[in-house]
């Protein structure tokens, strides 16, 4: 997700266009990206924590972006 | 005559015009795959404009690792001479060779046309053919050519003179401070948006990109650029 204090063009561009559908109750948009990764954990803990560096190292640039991990078992 | 490796990714697409530029320039210019791990003892090395891998998951996120990016880490830590073009440079960055990231353009457009820039610093080794102040026109084509950096890393830029180009009259994509191209501390690693193979000669509109090669083989310009600096005080950071 694009850091909040970054300029979001694209999820300006959403939050127009959910205005001129209607939904005028719509604050700020932030438009982000959504990854699912499948792999093999012995916890939940463990998968996190991957995640967390997968996150770390590549599928996250930390000068602009922020990261949520969610774990969901198969 | 210096040795200037064009390092070549899958999806680079001004790595042919890149290395005919510094040919012009008078440079010993050659390709390097992105599985060498090896410049061939390069003096310089450039990392051209195009889509490499796609521009997946963010621009040079994935190019960063390609197994050249070790001995291009190594050339820069050593002082060896690093230029990023473009996609060049956004992938510097996101190898952290660079500060900052390049982001979506403001207005969600991809650009392609001439722009303007200001050249800011004459004291790296891809602009001491220059002069300070000196106004350029450039091509541009880029779709995340946004540069962002924080507000005290901008502020450190700007202190230290890091701010290489600077688009003038208008900022196409909304960078932070109008910047277009950013150096290292170190000044030997520069990247810049705008791309000055492509205004190299006048058959192609201009010749305002040339001296960017030409920098790269004007010696005596560096000992000349050295004392403008000194009387400066802004080689301190070198």
Known sequence: MPRASLLDPQGQAVQHALHALGFTSVGAVRAGKHLVVELQAASREEAAARARAMCDRFLANPVTEDYLVAVETA | ?238
Request: proline content about 4%; aromatic content about 8%; charged content about 20%.
């Open chain 2, 1 to 238: 005559m210096r040795r200037v490796a064009v390092v070549v990714f899958p999806g680079s697409n001004c790595d042919a015009d890149t290395l005919d530029a510094a040919h012009a320039a008078g440079s010993d210019a050659y390709y390097v795959w992105h599985r060498d791990t090896d410049l061939r003892q390069a003096d310089a090395v450039i990392l051209p404009g195009g889509f490499s891998y796609g521009d997946y998951l963010r621009s040079g996120a994935i190019a960063r690792f390609s197994p050249v990016m070790q001995a291009v880490a190594a050339h820069a830590r050593a002082g060896g001479e690093v230029l990023g073009v473009c996609n060049g440079f956004q992938i510097l960055c996101e190898a952290g060779l660079l500060p900052g990231a390049l982001m979506r353009n403001a207005r969600l457009k991809f650009l392609s046309r001439p722009v303007r820039v200001r050249v800011e610093a004459t004291d790296t080794p891809f602009t001491r053919a220059y002069e300070r102040g000196e106004e350029l026109t450039v091509p541009i084509a880029h779709g995340d050519g946004r540069y962002v950096a924080d507000a005290e890393t901008a502020a450190l830029l700007e202190a230290g003179g890091q701010v290489v180009w600077r688009y003038t009259g208008e900022n196409p994509n909304g960078s932070t401070n109008d910047i277009a191209g950013v150096c290292s501390a170190g000044r030997n690693v520069v990247g810049i948006m705008p791309h000055p193979e492509r205004r190299n000669a006048r058959v192609l509109g201009g010749e305002d990109g040339a001296r960017v090669f030409f920098s790269l083989e004007a010696r005596n310009a560096t000992q000349h650029a050295g004392d403008m600096r000194a009387v400066d005080g802004r080689h301190l950071r070198v």
